[in-house]
């Protein structure tokens, strides 16, 4: 983002700034170890699973951690610190919290401070990673795609939580689940290797639990969240006005647990489900949906015919 970015996005709406300086370098190598090792794993998973290297143990702890990791990002990051979409007891909010933490797309707090801020200039300067910032020719927007999808996590600026999250600064649970990132991403990937290794009584399972369940579980699911803020902001179809450019992206649904319904998303920020059409498969409002009659989550908005009513449809 250049200074005049900087400078006309601080001056919008509240006195805090946007922007919270600039990352140390630790923080900056640690995205870029945390980014590119994962991926370096995916590309490497092709012939590692072509006869050897791969198991059945493997691809269920992978599924495992997948979904754990992933619920914690979509129910936990997104729909409950993010929204607000539902209240949670004490135990599923930090639960939710420390599962989020596992994807390894950063701690909670700065997570959430991200995407709000995202939504607050959605598409327009000061989102942090919109695809249409560089112009429309083709060219920029190829610039604009790489940028949404992985780009931007390369940026030295870093959102001010102080503005977007104090709410979540404080929650003293909340708070100290966020200091605690780095032993979250120990153990979300030590932990696949342990259970490899004691399913298989094995070091060898170890080491290919730690590969699939770990290094590619998390590139896969970098990828799926990435390409929410990529491809469903540029690509798929639009039947509600929303803020932004976001789009709905049905092949998306099953890996990204019901998130690349984006359009309703932005339609309705709040919303517990995202799928609101027959056919539209939220896994993620399944699960939002298991915990309230558990009694463990209340106050669910959930998407009401009055409510969707009083959404505009896109002409």
Not at 16 to 30: H, I, M, N, T, W
Not at 131 to 146: I, R
Not at 154 to 178: E, H, M, Q, W, Y
Not at 302 to 315: C, E, H, Y
Request: hydrophobic letters at 50%; proline letters at 5%; a positive charge.
């Amino acid at each position: 983002m250049t200074t005049l970015t900087r400078a006309s996005a601080a001056s919008r709406g509240g006195a805090k700034p946007v922007l919270d300086g600039r990352r140390p370098p630790g923080e900056s190598a640690l995205v870029y170890i945390f980014t590119l090792v994962p991926t370096f794993a995916l590309l490497a998973a092709v012939p590692m699973a072509w006869g050897w290297a791969l198991s059945w143990t493997d691809i269920g702890l992978a599924v495992g951690f997948y979904l754990l990791s992933a619920f914690g990002v979509t129910v936990g990051f997104h729909r409950h610190f993010t929204h607000r979409a539902f209240k949670a007891n004490r135990g599923l909010r930090a639960g939710l919290a420390i599962a989020g933490s596992m994807a390894l797309q950063g701690d909670v707090i700065t997570w959430v401070a991200d995407h709000r801020r995202h939504h607050a200039f959605s598409d327009k300067e000061g989102d942090p990673h919109s695809p249409w910032l560089f112009g429309t020719t083709p060219a920029a927007l190829a610039k604009g795609f790489f940028h949404a999808h992985l780009g931007w996590l390369f940026g030295k600026d870093r959102t001010n939580a102080a503005r977007f999250t104090p709410d979540l600064l404080a929650d003293r649970d909340i708070a100290r689940v966020s200091r605690l990132f780095p032993l979250w991403t120990v153990i979300s990937l030590v932990a696949p290797a342990l259970l490899g290794g004691l399913i298989t009584m094995s070091f060898w399972g170890a080491v290919t639990a730690f590969f699939w369940a770990g290094l590619v579980r998390v590139a896969v699911l970098h990828h799926v969240t990435w390409s929410i803020n990529s491809i469903c902001h540029m690509v798929g179809e639009r039947p509600f006005a929303a803020q932004g450019k976001a789009t709905n992206f049905w092949p998306l649904a099953i890996l990204s647990l019901g998130e690349s319904w984006h359009n309703l998303h932005h339609a309705d920020p709040t919303c517990a489900r995202h799928g609101v059409r027959p056919g539209q498969i939220d896994l993620s409002a399944r699960l939002i949906q298991a915990f309230e009659k558990l009694g463990w989550a209340r106050d669910v908005r959930w998407p009401t015919p009055a409510r969707l009513a009083k959404l505009d449809v896109a002409s």
